[in-house]
């Protein structure tokens, strides 16, 4: 059996750093991966999609050429490169996480499928390892819920999405947030028909509804379709078509397309980990219960990224590192519960968040200062041509006389 300090599954967006952290202290580490280096960002999230919303966006904007004063002619996008840029940009941050963890000096990288045997032990490729120290870092997959046809209907998933080099005639999405949203628009930018269906009542639930109608009403001037309130989806083959049926009745599909994208969510990589030989818990859904300094509930063994449910971004799986390898090397105390949310949507116009949304600052009760700017006051905007939200995008709070809508006032 070998023995090393420290044993990492997953190279995801902690387990690297954290490898080489273990690595230049003179500890011996090995890390495992069973796939693609550098996890769901680099290979079928972040920098994949992000290529691909740039590709949409030029195309977006070369369409538009009369506003700015040129001609770009019919445009046409060739998805085969389309992909093949997004096939190199993202390739090369896979090799770069692989080629920087096989540089280390003191760790070993083992490809294959890692599954605990006990608490200190790991199987991979037929082979065990001991560690007194072991780091989760397994990431998520998409979720492919059991609705009805799901079994009799080809669907593609933000991972068979990475293989797509063909325009689709007509793209279905599943799913009215993060994920369904970036492709929705992209998609709909290289030329496709999009709609997205979703079971809820408004985009981006988690958002104040303001935004999530704001989002809505950029994406429909760009001619996308929504069904929102889609109480119960399935799927059923029409001929050569594909019917999203969206409510409880039955009948004709209400969204008939060519492909269908699932984007409803992501189920964490838990459920082959042996989890159960080591003792370790997790909550009804699968991911790993721990606490605000990412030990799960076995002494020794730590979860990072989105596998323990506190985060599902590559900045706050990358931050779990930083805790972690804080709170081990430098006995300093940082906890998960400190962090700020921060997140982006890479729709065109982009969303940022930082922080609590109105709705959660109204529902603590706390003080705070709100302010609404509407876009047709953006110098800037007019010079890009980029007013979107004018009509719509009004004060909230309190106006002021200068027309801000600054305003003090208690959350209730
Ligand atoms: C379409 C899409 C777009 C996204 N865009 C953004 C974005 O713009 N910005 C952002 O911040 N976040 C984005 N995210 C989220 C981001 O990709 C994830 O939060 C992040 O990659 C999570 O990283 P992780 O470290 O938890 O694990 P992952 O990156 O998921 O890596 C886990 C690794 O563990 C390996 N593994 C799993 N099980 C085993 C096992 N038993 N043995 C060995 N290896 C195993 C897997 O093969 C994988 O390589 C996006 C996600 C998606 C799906």
């Known amino acids: 059996m070998k023995h090393f300090d420290a044993i990492i599954i997953g190279t995801g967006q902690a387990g690297p750093s954290l490898a080489a952290r273990f690595a230049g202290a003179g500890k011996s580490v090995a890390i495992i991966e069973r796939h693609k280096f550098g996890g769901t960002c680099v290979n079928t999230g972040c920098i994949p999609t992000k290529t691909l919303v740039a590709s949409a966006y030029a195309a977006h904007v070369a369409r538009r050429g009369d506003e700015y004063g040129f001609a770009a002619g019919d445009v046409r996008v060739d998805m085969k490169r389309v992909k093949a840029r997004k096939d190199a940009v993202s390739g090369r941050s896979n090799k770069g996480v692989e080629e920087w963890l096989r540089g280390l000096e003191n760790c070993t990288v083992i490809q294959g499928h890692a599954r605990f045997q006990s608490s200190r032990t790991i199987l991979v490729n037929d082979e065990t390892l001991e560690a007194d120290k072991i780091f989760i870092n397994v990431g998520g997959r998409a979720s492919v819920p059991p609705m009805p046809g799901i079994q009799d209907v080809p669907f593609l998933t933000n991972s068979s999405m990475m293989d797509v080099d063909f325009l689709p005639g007509h793209l279905v999405v599943v799913g009215g947030s993060y994920v369904g949203l970036e492709f929705g628009q992209m998609y709909r930018r290289f030329g496709s028909e999009v709609t997205i269906v979703e079971k809820g009542p408004r985009l981006i639930g988690r958002e104040d509804e303001d935004v999530s109608q704001a989002v809505r009403e950029i994406l429909e001037a760009e001619g996308i379709r929504f069904r929102l309130n889609a109480k119960c989806i399935s799927l059923l083959k029409q001929g050569s078509r594909i019917g999203v049926g969206v409510d409880c009745e039955g009948g004709a ?33 699968g991911y790993i219960l721990v606490d605000d300094q990412l030990q799960t509930n076995v002494p020794g063994i730590w979860a990072l990224g989105d596998c323990n449910g506190r985060g599902a971004f590559t900045h706050t ?50 003080r705070a200062l709100t302010t609404k700017y509407p876009m047709s006051r953006v110098s800037r905007a007019f010079e890009r041509r980029d007013t979107r939200l004018h009509q719509n995008y009004g004060g909230r709070g309190n106006k002021t006389d200068s027309g801000r809508s600054d305003s003090w006032h208690r959350r209730r």
């Open 317 to 366: 799986s990358y931050n779990d590192y930083e805790i972690v390898a804080d709170n081990l090397f430098n006995a300093d105390h940082r906890r998960v519960s400190d962090r700020m949310t921060a997140y982006a949507l890479y729709t065109d116009p982009p969303l940022g968040r930082c922080g609590m949304t109105d709705a959660e600052i109204r529902k603590s009760g706390r």
């Open 253 to 285: 599909p209400e969204a008939l397309g060519t492909h269908v994208l699932l984007a409803v969510g992501r189920t964490p990589n838990t459920h082959d980990l042996g989890l159960e030989r080591a003792g370790v818990t997790t909550d009804d859904r």
